[in-house]
């Protein structure tokens, strides 16, 4: 065994993953950037938002002026809008006329009023998860064509592949979680090493029992571990099998 | 039983790693996890062929693999016509509705 080794790995194995992380200021500037292109890109648009999503709140937003704001602003308040579903569904949404519009009905009441009549929304789709979405709006009904829905996801195929790399400030957390989790199972599975010890096994042959009844049963090591340690009552002691 | 030869080991964890598109960091952490005692840098050139590795830990490597291999989602199905959005179904059910406009 060398534990020391075995720290500087795991210290290291983090470190590097730290190192790859922006900072949530950064995520901001890249999402503010993009909206910008995306209203280039749609002349036609009287503004272009890009959200970052997770777990349906937003956690980075950029938007070309205050309107897409506050059409964004009554998505996240409702919970309803084309940007979420967009999001959760993974597919292209086209609104072509807020007024009858019934999908979400908070949100294109609350959209007629700016007013927003139409708008167009894609997912930023990233290997196996979808990131956000990126939309624009117009004032008219129906002012988007095809076109700019291919463009958009032109635009979303690209960017949705930087935009993976740019952690918001939740990304830490969610290290430390992945981290707790692997140390967790590695203790779990050196008490069970230590269960099969005194039954007599050397740490070697320990490891490939654990190994073997993994296989065997066709579950993962951490469930035949746990099993093993949680059968340990402390008055009892390990000495039922060797 | 004939056992399996290194060479040929190494090559197959690399085509399973690869196909299911799991980093080698990912799969060192598993392997980690598990028990594994070898770092990073040596598993990286193990599944390079660069070098070798002891049994117990060629079996706990390919075995952290099948375990990352068996947790992946199913790939996504195609919608029909009439249910268009139900990955949407999963996510209004965790929002609360506010019902003020």
Redesign the interface.
């Known amino acids: 065994?060398?534990p020391d080794?075995?720290l500087?790995?795991?210290a290291?194995?983090t470190g590097?993953?730290r190192g790859e992380l922006l900072t949530s200021e950064t995520a901001e500037s890249a999402v503010q950037l993009l909206a910008e292109v995306a209203a280039e890109l749609v002349p036609q648009a009287a503004g272009a938002g890009v959200t970052l999503i997770r777990?349906?709140r937003p956690t980075s937003t950029g938007s070309t002026n205050s309107t897409v704001r506050m059409v964004d602003a009554i998505q996240y308040?409702?919970?309803?809008g084309p940007c979420?579903?967009s999001?959760?569904?993974?597919?292209v949404v086209n609104v072509v006329d807020a007024r009858t519009e019934t999908r979400w009905?908070?949100w294109a009441?609350?959209a007629v009023e700016v007013p927003v009549l139409s708008c167009v929304s894609v997912p930023l789709v990233n290997?196996?998860d979808t990131i956000g979405a990126m939309k624009v709006y117009a004032v008219e009904p129906n002012a988007f064509a095809g076109e700019t829905t291919r463009l958009l996801n032109r635009l979303a195929a690209a960017a949705s592949a930087l935009l993976a790399h740019i952690q918001t400030s939740e990304t830490p957390l969610r290290i430390n979680h992945?981290l707790a989790?692997?140390?967790r199972?590695?203790d779990l599975?050196?008490m069970a090493?230590g269960v099969l010890i005194t039954r007599g096994m050397s740490a070697?042959e320990a490891?490939?029992w654990?190994?073997e009844a993994?296989?065997r049963q066709r579950r993962?090591?951490?469930e035949v571990a746990r099993d093993l340690v949680g059968a340990l009552k402390p008055e009892e002691g390990a000495d039922e099998g060797a | 039983m004939k056992e399996l030869d290194e060479n040929e080991q190494a090559r197959r964890l690399a085509l399973a790693i690869d196909r299911s598109r799991i980093s080698i960091g990912a799969l060192w952490l598993r392997y980690f996890s598990i028990g594994g005692t070898v770092g990073e840098t040596e598993v990286e050139a193990y599944v390079r062929g660069a070098i070798s590795l002891p049994g117990l830990e060629r079996d706990m490597l390919a075995h952290a693999a099948n375990e990352l291999v068996d947790e992946m989602p199913p790939p996504p199905r195609a919608p029909y016509r009439d249910s268009p959005s139900e990955a949407l179904a999963e996510y209004r059910c965790d929002r609360t509705e506010d019902t003020e406009s």
Not at chain 1, 77 to 80: A, I, L, M
Request: proline letters at 4%; hydrophobic letters at 45%; glycine letters at 6%.
């Open positions: 065994m060398a080794f075995e500087n790995a795991l290291e194995a590097r993953v777990d349906g308040e409702t919970g309803q979420l579903t999001w959760a569904a993974s597919s009905p908070l009441a609350a290997g196996r992945q989790e692997v140390l199972i590695r599975t050196n090493k070697a490891q490939s654990l190994l993994s296989r993962p090591v951490a």
